[in-house]
């Protein structure tokens, strides 16, 4: 499950960082609280005179099918499971030709308590590095505007997610993300990236395994951090939310 994460690098950065370039300038404003509906960066791939050029996008987070009567499905479509993605009408068209990698630095989890209350947890790369998982992108036309209008267009996306390893990785950091939910969002090591990007790449049931099999070696380098119960509310947004604190359980 990825229900809130935090992307907080520059546009410039992250064009250096994918060796990527942007169709139009875009405004993408660092967050710590990324959640649901949000807009936010994602890299993607098109051919475009015979060349692959790769992108910087700004879509809404939610992916919107092109058939939707209304873009407030999205706000259900923010994860895609892997394991039923290619049969799931919302995301079967986007795997075979609408892949996209979506930064993020990290990505924030809930553990409840005996008391009902709820912990909330902070998952990055122990060595500060970003992340970049695997993500379904869609165009959707607004039927209300006109023919020409610059927002008539909408462009969604959505991220896939895993079902966690089995028990016996109790002693790794997947024994941990077990502990807080049982599923976990795909990241992807650059040269998946590159695999999973290519608009070229028709086997998108090999491309969904390459990605599955790899998340065990991207991921054994986290680490979870307790964080404060602020992150907790959507108008909370500052690089205190990822502060570690004392966990209440």
């Not at 992916?63 to 009567?69: C, I, Q, T």
């Not at 049969?87 to 986007?94: N, S």
Request: hydrophobic share 40%.
């Amino acid at each position: 499950m990825c229900g809130r994460y935090v992307m907080a690098r520059a546009v410039g950065d992250l064009l250096a960082e994918f060796d990527a370039r942007l169709e139009e300038e875009v405004d993408i404003p660092p967050s710590w609280n990324v959640a649901p509906t949000d807009d936010v960066p994602i890299v993607l791939e098109r051919l475009i005179d015979d060349a692959t050029v790769r992108q910087l996008h700004v879509a809404r987070w939610g992916l919107v099918p092109s058939w939707a009567k209304d873009p407030g499905i999205g706000a259900r479509m923010i994860n895609a499971r892997s394991e039923s993605v290619l049969e799931k009408p919302a995301f079967r068209k986007a795997v075979q030709s609408r892949r996209c990698a979506v930064p993020a630095d990290g990505y924030y989890e809930w553990k409840q308590g005996a008391d009902k209350s709820k912990q909330p947890y902070y998952v990055r790369p122990a060595e500060g590095s970003g992340l970049v998982f695997a993500g379904l992108y869609e165009w959707w036309k607004d039927p209300s505007k006109a023919e020409g209008d610059p927002g008539r267009w909408m462009l969604s996306t959505s991220i896939l997610t895993a079902d966690t390893p089995p028990p016996g990785a109790e002693s790794t950091i997947f024994g941990q993300l077990t502990a807080l939910h049982d599923r976990v969002p795909l990241p992807m090591d650059r040269a998946t990236m590159e695999h999973w990007l290519d608009p070229e790449a028709d086997d998108a049931p090999a491309l969904v395994e390459l990605v599955r099999a790899g998340v065990k070696d991207v991921a054994a380098a986290w680490r979870v951090d307790s964080v404060g119960k602020e992150v907790g509310n959507v108008r909370n947004n500052s690089p205190q939310l990822i502060r570690p604190v004392e966990a209440l359980f």
